[in-house]
């Protein structure tokens, strides 16, 4: 099993999750970037940003984007956070669920899929990834 370490994200690394949070966000006009706030606002958009195909598989950092709004998405609805897990290959961004040893890494969640070919549901991929977090949830209580 591998050694980690869990820490608070430090400036870098919000400031980081805030540009890609914000590349995102920007696709909404700027009347309507409250929507972001919103789950549904969330999934919406990302959705929409894979269906036009406005990100290529090669595009690494805008995939990654989409999959911090995908994080967001997941602590909005599961009450998770953000944080920092580091171990020997280096320190990633990464939702917790405190009190648990539950940790995801969501900014691959949807880049990994995009880079192998595969269609993304995103709603679907949400539905499924709060399905395993409650139930792994629900077996640790």
Not at 10 to 17: F, M, T, V
Request: glycine residues 6%; charged residues 30%; hydrophobic residues 40%.
């Amino acid at each position: 099993m591998t050694e980690f370490e869990q820490h608070d994200l430090d400036e870098r690394e919000l400031a980081d999750l805030e540009a890609k949070r914000s590349w995102v966000r920007a696709h909404y006009d700027e009347g309507a970037r409250s929507k972001y706030e919103t789950l549904e606002g969330k999934l919406v958009l990302l959705d929409t940003i894979l269906q036009n195909g406005w990100v290529a598989p090669s595009e690494t950092v805008k995939l990654q984007s989409l999959g911090v709004t995908f994080g967001d998405a997941l602590a909005q609805q599961l009450a998770m956070r953000w944080v920092a897990i580091e171990d020997e290959y280096g320190r990633d961004p990464a939702l917790v669920v405190d009190g648990t040893s539950i940790r995801l890494f969501p900014l691959t969640t949807i880049s990994k899929r995009i880079e192998q070919g595969e269609a993304v549901d995103v709603h679907g991929l949400f539905r499924s990834a709060c399905a395993m977090i409650e139930q792994v949830r629900s077996a640790a209580d």
